[in-house]
């Protein structure tokens, strides 16, 4: 038995009276050596009780807190994850066909609509292109209230991005098809203000080369007693009396070029795709049952989005991959001051059926079977007075400003508007009050802010304006 200076160091004594009492040592040598060790023994058990508790207790607030396990997946019903699948760009498939458009998919009438969509050669004023209002870096739009070109327009530039998937273009859905769609505002007196003479000659003079490789010959427009600078049937009143002289074999002959200038816009047009946002890369790890993944989203932006599939029924109108039906609306938005009378899609139904371009006209390239929607066309001046075509919200926060003539200027605007669903002037309104909190119209806001992609255009080389 070792002496007591040879006794280990304990609770910082050697051996001393006082340390031996802090731990219960008796005065014998053999009592005290026991008594030493069933009382480190009982004060080891006491100091392992004690700290078990603590980490008990550490490990019980840890759990609660969520602290020490990797990120979790909302909860989402089966209905709630068949709508987010729906949502998801992945469920956009391709570009459907155009039969209305021989030159859809050339590669070749793209390059030369896309040279014909940047070029301001074809306005009266030399500075307004197709590009001009619909700015690639603004999802398309231009962020203005109403479109300027050469005058001032009564409605919003509309999104071009993926319109190849629509049935109706424009506002009030008064062309149905892309290339209808681009040759209207060419003949606008307030968007391009040309004519179908003077485009058909600009054409001839710096595009001739791509447009016969793709159309054919083209006519000589050398006389201007046969084709006057300025004539076409949409001009003013000049222009129209111009074009009501000329032969209608040289009408035709025109209005063939002006045709393929659209068709070859359309060309171009379609190849405007939008791209994954950060919603799409959260709808996928949340499909695909990737917890972490779906950390791209803060939790104001899923609540913004659960109250987007769920309570706040935006998917009634914004629904599919595009985040749109597709369809006409009235949802009570206040006419602009002192602007004329619009009744949207109540108009524009009655001028589709009789577009002089529209799916069944000489100049489409369809079959009548490929135009049933002409077949089932609704007109009903009444039911569709005020309803305007629910736009995408795919880069919705790069379009600002909103609806059909710019009439608010922040997402939070619109959100107050549905908020409260007030009629319009005709007393109108498809809409029911959300009754949203403002915290949840904070979270809706959020969640649009997460459908931004970058459109998809192809390089080309930039036009030459100076030949």
């Given amino acids: 038995m070792a002496s007591r200076s040879e006794r280990p160091v304990l609770g910082g004594t050697n051996g001393t009276e006082t340390g031996r009492a802090a731990y219960g040592e008796q005065s014998s040598d053999e009592e005290g050596v026991l ?30 807190l969520g602290v020490g396990r990797g990120p979790s997946l909302p909860e989402f019903s089966e ?43 074809f306005s009266t004023n030399g500075s307004v292109a197709c590009g001009t209002c619909h700015v690639p870096d603004l999802s398309f739009t231009d962020g203005l209230p109403t479109g300027v070109g050469v005058g001032r327009m009564p409605r919003k530039t509309m999104n071009l991005v993926a319109t190849a998937y629509d049935q109706w273009l424009f506002w009030d859905g008064r062309k149905d098809s892309q290339w209808a769609q681009a040759l209207a505002p060419l003949e606008s007196l307030v968007e391009h203000g040309g004519t179908r003479t003077m485009y058909a000659r600009l054409v001839a003079e710096h595009y001739r080369e791509p447009y016969e ?35 209608p074999a040289d009408q035709d002959a025109v209005t063939t070029v002006f045709v393929n200038m659209g068709k070859a816009i359309a060309a171009f047009e ?12 959260y709808a996928a790890a949340v499909l695909e049952g990737d917890a972490a993944g779906a950390t791209v989203l803060s939790a104001d932006e899923v609540a913004g989005l659960q109250l987007f599939i769920g309570r706040a029924g935006c998917t009634t109108c914004h629904r599919g991959p595009r985040f749109t039906n597709g369809e006409f609306h009235n949802t009570g938005v206040p006419r602009v001051p002192n602007a004329a009378p619009d009744t949207g899609r109540a108009a524009g139904a009655h001028l589709v059926l009789n577009d002089e371009f529209n799916c069944r006209s000489r100049w489409s390239d369809a079959q009548p079977p490929d135009c049933p929607h002409l077949d089932f066309l609704r007109i009903d001046d009444h039911g569709l007075a005020g309803m305007f075509k629910a736009p995408t919200l795919r880069n919705v926060a790069l379009t600002a400003p909103y609806m059909d003539a710019g009439q608010f200027a922040t997402l939070d605007e619109v959100l107050a508007h549905y908020n409260t669903a007030p009629q319009d002037e005709l007393g109108h309104s498809e809409l029911q009050p959300l009754g949203l909190t403002d915290a949840e119209l904070r979270q809706l806001v959020a969640f649009l802010q997460t459908l931004t992609g970058p459109a998809e255009m192809p390089d080309f080389p930039s036009p030459s304006t100076e030949d």
């Fill in 35 to 64: 008594g030493t060790r069933e009382s480190i023994g009982r004060s080891r058990r006491r100091a392992g009780l004690v700290a078990g508790g603590i980490l008990m207790i550490v490990l019980v607030v840890a759990l609660g």
């Fill in 79 to 121: 209905e709630e994850l068949a709508t987010l699948r729906s949502l998801a760009l992945s469920e956009l498939g391709p570009v459907p066909d155009d039969p209305t458009n021989r030159v859809a998919d050339d590669p070749a009438a793209a390059a030369l609509g896309h040279d014909l969509f940047f070029d301001t050669r």
């Fill in 213 to 247: 490789a793709i159309f054919g010959p083209l006519p000589d427009f050398s006389d201007a007693t046969r084709f006057p600078g300025l004539a076409g049937p949409n001009g003013d009143a000049a222009a129209a009396a111009a074009w009501g002289a000329m032969a």
């Fill in 270 to 281: 379609r190849l405007l795709v939008p791209t994954p946002s950060r919603f799409d890369a």
